[in-house]
């Protein structure tokens, strides 16, 4: 028996360890629940407020098979809450508690612990998306009628987890870093906050939106043409292109694999507004790009909290 086989055992006995205080202890956040909750909510006030309005105005509800794969259940702000509610004290809350003490005098690397607490936010994640998924497409399907694409589902959950990957390797960082869970919270908040604003002025009223493909968030927003509505300020299906909306990107390629995005500017100087197209890209590079950017994020993030937490000093 060689050194791995001997020692391997041992690591994973270790890491499933640590996946599960780790579980346990998302299972006890008040915050995590409250979020959990909150989503739920505005998932069922999304479903019943065309039965709502119908029943208002007398007027049926007209079927929607697309309503499903079109409709995202959490969004750019759900994601963020969601990697803050999740990760915000999965570091820096053992350096509060003094529990870090006790967790680093167990025969496993900090290494280990690392990846563990990093294992158990994506089962938390992936659990709670898929019920919220399932939840929602069985209420489209009730309240629209049989859905088109449905199997790109899964496509969707995917997506989604990534995009809220890239705010959880932020927070996890800041908190690995300062050793605060509301530091970690703030400093992930003002980044959102400024890239949320930052996005939305660049994409409409500058030139240089290509700047936005390498921010975090929504990033700048495109239109396909010849898809949705098409109006003197919306030439067709708008598309946020940021690593917030891969989930969209995703199956919108996947059912339109040779579409184009156009990006625009609105000129608000001359008396009448006015847009004026800057340049398009194939929806696949978009996506391409979109997804390389989150995972360098991801990546990129996720060793910077790997790194602190490794060379913290516990006495400090």
Avoid: C
């Avoid at 505005?42 to 007398?58: A, D």
């Avoid at 290494?111 to 069985?138: D, H, Q, S």
């Avoid at 340049?279 to 996506?287: A, D, G, K, M, Q």
């Amino acid at each position: 028996m060689n050194k791995h086989e001997k020692h391997s055992p041992r690591w994973i006995t270790g890491f499933l360890a640590v996946v599960k205080y780790e579980l346990l202890w998302n299972l006890r956040k008040k915050k995590f629940w409250g979020m959990v909750v909150v989503a739920f909510i505005l998932s069922t006030l999304s479903l019943l407020l065309p039965i709502i309005l119908s029943n208002m105005t007398g007027q049926p509800i007209k079927q929607n098979p697309d309503y499903v794969i079109t409709l995202n259940p959490l969004g750019s702000l759900g994601f963020f809450l969601f990697a803050v509610v999740t990760v915000m004290n999965s570091i820096s809350g053992e350096f509060e508690s003094g529990t870090i003490t006790l967790l680093l005098t167990k025969p496993i690397s900090r290494t280990t612990i690392f990846l563990g607490k990093l294992a158990a936010a994506f089962i938390t994640l992936l659990t709670t998306y898929i019920i919220l998924f399932v939840y929602v497409a069985i209420g489209g399907i009730a309240i629209y009628g049989p859905q088109n694409n449905l199997h790109l589902l899964p496509i969707s959950l995917l997506g989604s987890i990534v995009s809220t990957f890239v705010w959880i390797a932020i927070v996890l960082a800041l908190g690995s870093l300062s050793k605060n869970s509301i530091i970690a919270a703030i400093g992930a908040f003002g980044i959102y906050l400024g890239a949320s604003i930052g996005s939305g002025i660049i994409s409409l009223f500058s030139e240089e939106v290509w700047i936005l493909n390498y921010i975090p968030g929504s990033g700048a927003t495109g239109y396909i043409k010849g898809l949705g509505s098409q109006t003197p300020f919306t030439p067709g299906m708008s598309i946020s292109t940021g690593t917030d909306n891969i989930a969209t990107l995703f199956t919108t390629y996947l059912l339109h694999p040779l579409a184009n995005v156009t990006f625009y500017k609105i000129n608000m100087i001359s008396q009448v507004p006015n847009i004026t197209e800057l340049y398009s890209e194939p929806l696949s590079l978009v996506l391409l790009r979109t997804v390389s950017i989150a995972f360098f994020y991801i990546f990129i993030f996720l060793f910077i909290a790997w790194y602190a937490f490794k060379k913290a000093e516990v006495l400090d």
